[in-house]
């Protein structure tokens, strides 16, 4: 049987559609980049930024919001890493990481044992930023409170520098902070050993003591030009309401400007704690000649039983981030000697 022509020239037409889709399909296919991540596969937090070797897996990322809520976005782990601040170089270590640069507490109050190359980079209110700079750090720790770190960070942003904003005062922030910590490290065990351990001793000592004991307290930062009280804005002051005692700076905001001899005289509190600042001689010889001059200082029941106590600096002026437990034992077996013989 035979085609006739009309058949035959649409039997080549079709063929030629055939190709010519075909053909788009591979064109389409190849024109593809690489390195596109389909966001609608992607888990977690959006699309994800490529490491130097142009990899697009999950892990190859790591974001979070810090302090200041800024989402910050590492693309790798970090291997260079600069901390303004002995306690957060503390939980960087205690998160498994290693540092180039630190500032001078690190050896200076927390004496850390941090190899010899490590760089010290200045002061953590006064940092050098040059020195910084020079280590070509991959992420640096900061503290929002601190205003020569919110400068630093300006100039960090314009090298293309990555950096996080921390705040630690009271333990669950310690806790945040050492949970981000270990997910960049990849050490999650050590969120266990130094976290949810940590956690787990401070809820043994709260579940052995009576906390509707209203014990009344007066917290009192000492250093060589005098001596202010401190409320709940403090870690200590955070320890001691968990205990069950009642600051009596509470009710006096004007005390945490100026210690009034007379409030204290009139609150007459169960305890005077003491904690200080720079050089702890030189802070004491300042309540000796403020405070403690006056003569009804010595009739206050604090000071005539004995619950005077200047509070040791690695428990309670540092951050005591993985001894947080044994700053709540220490102040618990003053309030509670016979739960903690």
């Known amino acids: 049987m035979t085609i006739n022509k009309n058949k ?4 080549v037409i079709l063929i030629l559609i055939l190709l010519s889709q075909l053909l788009a399909a591979c064109g389409s296919e190849s024109a593809k980049d690489p390195l ?27 974001s979070f919001q810090d ?64 020195e910084v700079l020079a280590l070509a750090p991959d992420f ?8 020569n770190h919110v400068k630093a960070a300006q100039t960090l942003e ?21 949970s981000i910590c270990t997910d960049i490290t990849g050490n999650k065990e050590l969120y266990e050993k130094n976290g949810s351990q940590v956690h787990a001793q401070i809820e043994d000592v709260l579940s052995r003591i009576d906390t509707q004991d209203e014990t009344t307290i007066l917290l009192i ?15 200590v002051c955070k320890i001691l309401d968990d205990l069950g005692t009642q600051n009596i700076a509470a009710g006096y905001e004007s005390l945490l400007e100026d210690l009034s001899m007379e409030i204290i005289i009139q609150e007459d509190p169960d305890f005077i704690f003491v904690i200080t600042m720079g050089d702890s001689e030189k802070a004491m010889k300042s309540m000796a000649e403020g405070l403690e001059k006056n003569p009804a200082w010595a009739g206050l029941s604090a000071v005539k039983n004995g619950n005077y106590i200047v509070l040791p600096k690695d ?22 000697p016979n739960e903690f013989k």
């Open 8 to 11: 035959r020239l649409t039997i």
């Open 36 to 62: 596109t991540v389909d966001e609608n596969n992607v888990s977690g937090k959006g699309a994800l930024p490529l490491d130097p070797d142009g990899a697009t897996t999950e892990e190859a990322a790591y």
């Open 67 to 130: 302090a200041l809520g800024k989402q910050v976005v590492l693309t790798k782990k970090p291997e260079r890493v600069v901390s303004l601040m002995g306690s957060y170089a503390e939980t960087w270590i205690l998160s498994g990481g290693e540092l180039v640069g630190v500032t001078n507490d690190v050896f200076t109050e927390r004496k850390l044992d941090l190899p010899d190359e490590t760089k010290i980079i200045g002061t953590v209110k006064d940092p050098n930023l040059e």
């Open 140 to 147: 640096v720790l900061l503290s929002p409170d601190i205003e």
């Open 158 to 178: 314009k090298a293309g520098i990555s950096h996080a904003f921390f705040k630690v005062e009271h333990f669950d922030e310690y806790l945040n902070m050492l």
């Open 221 to 235: 930062r000492a250093f060589s030009s005098g001596a202010k009280a401190k409320n709940d804005d403090n870690m």
């Open 315 to 336: 428990l309670f002026h540092y951050k005591p981030n993985a001894r947080w437990g044994e700053s709540y034992e220490y102040l618990a077996k003053i309030f509670y």
